[in-house]
């Protein structure tokens, strides 16, 4: 219990805390505080308290703010920046980066492998060790030389191969699925959604993907190749509704009523009800459908892949017998206990890389597991997952980049988490102190807030009650202190 674990004394010379003095945010009133520097303080009080004011908004909002200050204007001018927060000043506090209460949903080209590093060193697997395959369809045992040479020779049949590279297996870039371009899924018409109800003449709008601007004046058009718009659209010809749907593109003279009451006469180019649908759907960036075309499609797992993303070539390389698609829906827990397998299926010559690339493997996915996701597999979207597993999986990647110096601050990171969860949590969040960093967590879960060197106690109340630092010491001696109405720390 880090109760019992003496508070490390820093023996470095210079700044041993962060001065925060005067602080006036939200309901503050005007705070003086030294949050020790290479620690792990926890900030605990009422919801509404002000823990999270002085967690977020004075320390994450000027430790970011002095960081940005030192990047060049240029760079600056891209990023938005937090305002000065209502402080008279905070002296010796590092750059912060907070990992947020709420990551943001990431777009379709996310995965678990790309959000975490597990993906990149699994790549670097089946480019290095992988056994790949000849044109010829010969199978090439794994070989030390594959790190080294460009090209390899096949023993059956001399043909030269290129040697695959990491980026090879890559979905987001050379590796991608030629037909889906690496989503894993095909968006295809939905009829439905284009005629959504056939009751209604296409005078009053029954073609849903010409009812914007852009398309506004298609029915027009279609009365002068002459289909009806003021039937009901189910009670169109055939002949009819193939002109509305997939009729070819023509330009026809229409009258049109101005809203001043006059009529203009113009020549209109003729795009049928499936075209407008691509047209609006295009219109959305990078392979996003934008939210309007979306009702006009139905995604389907892309048939050329099969929704592995990648191209048939990535396909063909194996590690222990598994294409790198087959290792990406094993779970991570799967994975791991592959990893020996892997390391015994190549030749004695290349046991040296294989070892070092499983371990590095190993280190990938060891903070993940802690963190409790070794259920997830590298090929789960990342849009699929729960806004507590995209937070854990954000703080198993800090973990990694093992910077040093910086204050991180974490609002809340238990909620959502399963109780059993939170004992790696804590491991993962001590690594960063270990690392040299400096850590605060707001957050109510007493196992986390023991596990702190230092807890800060923010009250008495909430609102107009609370801003004020009621408490600040170890977990002993703010057990010690005289037990005070709502204390958040239980016995
Ligand atoms: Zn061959
Ligand atoms: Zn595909």
Redesign the pocket.
Known sequence: MAASTPTPTPRHRGPTAIEVRGARVNTLRDVDIDIPLGQFVGITGLSGSGKSSLAMEVLYAEGSRRYLDALSTFTRRRISQAAKPDVDRVSFLPSALALRQRPPVPGPRSTVGTMSEVLAVLRLVYSRIGSHLCPNGHRLPPSYRQGIAATRTCPVCGVELDAPSAEDFSFNTLG???????????REIDPHGIVPDPTRTISEGAVAPWHGLMHSNMPLVAAELGVRTDVPFEDLTDEERETVLHGPEVTRRIVMPTRSGHVITLNAAYVNAYDSAEQIADEGTGGATSTRAQRFFVMRL?????????APSALRTTVDGRTIAEACDLTLGQLEEAVPGIEASVPPDTRDLAHRLCTELHRAIAPLRSLGLHYLALSRSGDTLSTGERQRIQLAHTVLSRSTGLLFVLDEPTIGMHPANVHGLIGATGALVDNGNSLVVVDHDVQVLRAADQLVEMGPGAGDRGGRVIAQGSVAEIEATPRLPHRALPA
Do not use: D, F, N, Q
């Open positions: 991608a699925c030629p037909r889906c371009h690496g989503l894993g899924e095909v892309c048939p050329a892949c099969h929704g592995t993303r990648l």
